[in-house]
């Protein structure tokens, strides 16, 4: 099987031949890795015609090295880039370059995230005081967010990635009940909108999701992301309830990977790679949020190596 088909195989909720398949939301180190970096919105500022385009050539040869490297099922790191068309370019120089061996992703998501800090009290205010005005402005942005995941789904992305944060360590930002009038409508539209376009739809977001598990379940992401460990999800537990439902993945804990030890960094990912879907499927392998700057390349060089000799053992 290729990579990006032991990822629909997941995704699919079936048992991919050979290794569990692994990606990352974000692989930040890329420089560390391969020497070149990954553009981001500010690199291509100002840049037009065909210099943008060499740029563009060059970057989606350096993500596609990266996930080669790794041994990606997924590609990420396209949604760096600024405009739909930027990203639209990419996935056909990522095909030109290595065919049909990855899933390609946008990351798109309109729905209710968890307010900065700055404007988090305004916003509790305003769900009590102008709860109407507060739909109206959420079925606005969901319905731009539904155009703009299309557009890039009729460009070649076959995932989406929904990245907005419902949950702190503690559980949600919205009580469940609050959750089910100013989320879960909107994420379930959102979703199906993209499903009935051609795409596999993960719903990425750390923290405590377990007082709203089901519904998240109930908008029927293929996938869900992050499983977060330090916010006390167990992926065993999580396995037992929605298993059957939704491919999961994460849950190798990003704090043990920036600072933790080579055995407890064994110990988390061989929990994930144990519990997550080994005997089962319908599992991908990554961390409990992303490879971000400052985590040790080694350490992470060492987490896939513990998937390699997992599925060398099991």
């Not at 439902?245 to 030890?261: D, E, P, Y």
């Not at 409990?288 to 080694?298: A, I, M």
Request: net charge negative; aromatic share 8%; with cysteine.
């Amino acid at each position: 099987m290729t990579e990006k088909e032991k990822a629909i195989a997941a995704l699919e909720l079936k048992k991919p031949e050979g290794l569990i398949p692994t990606l990352e939301l974000e692989f930040q180190l890329s420089e560390e890795l391969t020497g070149k970096k990954t553009l981001h919105r500010e690199d291509l500022n100002g840049v037009t015609g065909v210099e943008r385009e060499e740029m563009l050539r060059e970057n989606a040869k350096v993500i596609t090295e990266v996930a080669e490297k790794l041994d990606y099922c997924i590609v990420t790191g396209i949604h760096w880039l600024p405009t739909i068309e930027d990203q639209i370019f990419t996935y056909n120089e990522i095909k030109r370059i290595s065919g049909e061996k990855f899933l390609l992703s946008a990351f798109v998501d309109g729905t209710m995230a968890i307010p900065d800090g700055e404007s988090m009290m305004e916003i509790a205010y305003r769900l009590h005081d102008e709860k109407e005005d507060v739909l109206r402005g959420l079925e606005l942005r969901v319905q731009g967010a539904i155009e703009t995941g299309v557009k890039l789904i009729k460009g070649g992305a076959e995932i989406i990635f929904m990245c907005a944060d419902y949950c702190f360590n503690a559980g949600p930002f919205l009580s469940p009940t609050m959750f089910s009038e100013f989320v879960t409508p909107f994420l379930k539209r959102e979703i199906s909108a993209f499903r009935d376009a051609g795409a596999y739809v993960v719903k990425h977001t750390d923290g405590d999701i377990m007082p709203i598990l089901d519904q998240i379940v109930e908008c029927q992401p293929h996938g869900l992301h992050s499983l977060d460990p330090m916010a006390g999800v167990d992926i065993k537990e999580v396995k037992d309830l929605v298993g059957d439902k939704m491919c999961l993945i994460g849950n190798v804990n990003c704090a043990m990977l920036q600072s933790g030890t080579r055995e407890q960094i064994e110990e988390s990912a061989l929990y994930c790679l144990e519990h997550g879907g080994v005997k089962r499927g319908g599992y991908i392998y990554a961390t409990s949020n992303c490879v971000f700057e400052g985590v040790p390349l080694d350490n992470y060089l060492y987490m896939l190596e513990l998937r390699k000799e997992f599925g060398r053992c099991s």
